[in-house]
């Protein structure tokens, strides 16, 4: 039995790089995981780590080992718990990230339910950065992300999908006057950007007209429901996705400029780290959101599971 402990241990090792948060997520202490991996590597007559300064680095053994027993430790685990998550009530608290627009229009009212039964829900939001860090560092249980989670640690299905629009109120929309929008007509109107860097514009028009944007935003605020509420005063044009606007287009307080390709489409992935998925809670939460995004067609399809 000592031995699938041991395992266990190294798996979270191998994927945290890092003891101590191994051991964090284990519930166990330093010492103890360090115990495990000293018994493991004994009992296999391999070193599985190299120790450095900030964490621990795998051995080609240890990346053997890894593929040899992950699928299966993971799946005797996830059987385990999601065998509990069935018939336990439901408690404890699920810490959650991911961008604060997002979350606020399409997870967290889904979440509401939960909390009659007895689950605790902190949000923290942020950057990419932020998200995946709090993965990572274990300050996260779920996370939403607009990337594909490539870490080995993380396990991760798609959640939903954004078109981007590029988006004014009618009076710009008036003086571009022509059928389709071009960048040379665009780089002579004002535009409102989530920051310097033009992240959603650089990204439309890439896809749309094949150059990266070098024009300065009028107005930059790292929210997109601020650039929405500037974009509707006339402050200049934006690029924002469509679950964000689809009202203020409804009501023609903003129109969607004509352009002659399609515009981009992200994919919004659901990511766990996956030693988060032995909290019977996790399982719950992230199988509860997935069955509400198919039904409330937050993405069309079925969601399978990347483990």
């Known amino acids: 039995m000592n031995h699938l402990i041991y395992l266990r241990t190294f798996l979270d090792t191998y994927r945290a790089g890092s003891l101590t948060r191994a051991a964090q997520r284990l519930g166990i202490t330093q010492p103890a995981a ?5 018994s493991l590597e004994t009992m296999l007559a391999k070193p599985l780590f190299i120790r450095k300064a900030r964490g621990v680095a795998p051995t080609p053994a240890a990346d053997d080992l890894a593929r040899a027993i992950a699928e299966n430790l993971d799946g005797i685990e996830a059987t385990m718990v999601a ?7 439901l408690t404890g608290t ?16 889904a979440l509401a339910p939960l909390i009659a039964e007895g689950l605790r829900l902190r949000i923290q939001t942020g950057n990419r950065e932020h998200i995946y ?5 274990g300050h996260a249980d779920l996370a939403v992300t607009a990337s594909l989670p490539g870490h080995k640690a993380y396990g991760f299905a798609e959640l939903g999908r954004e078109r981007l629009l ?3 109120v009618p009076t710009i929309a008036e003086r571009v006057k022509a059928r389709t929008v071009t960048d040379l007509l665009l780089r002579d109107l004002p535009c409102v950007a989530y920051d310097e860097h033009l992240p959603l514009i650089r990204e439309f028009f890439r896809h749309v007209f094949g150059i990266t944007p070098d024009m300065r935003a009028a107005a930059t605020a ?10 509707k005063a006339g402050a200049g044009w934006t690029v924002l996705p469509d679950y964000l606007c689809e009202d203020t287009l409804s009501s023609r307080q903003l129109v969607e400029l004509p352009t002659l390709q399609e515009p981009p489409v992200n994919t919004l992935y659901l990511a766990w780290n996956k030693g988060a998925l032995r ?5 719950y939460v992230r199988d509860f959101l997935l069955r509400a995004s198919e039904r409330l067609s937050w993405h069309p399809g079925q969601s399978t599971y990347c483990k």
């Open 166 to 168: 590029l988006v004014a």
């Open 133 to 137: 860090a709090a993965l990572d560092e």
């Open 34 to 38: 360090s115990a495990h991996i000293a």
């Open 83 to 89: 065998a509990q998550a069935r018939s336990a009530h």
């Open 94 to 109: 699920l810490h959650l990230a991911g961008p604060a627009e997002y979350l606020s229009l399409r997870v967290a009212p």
């Open 279 to 283: 909290h019977p809670r996790v399982v």
């Open 222 to 231: 790292p929210d997109l429901r601020l650039l929405l509420e500037m974009a």
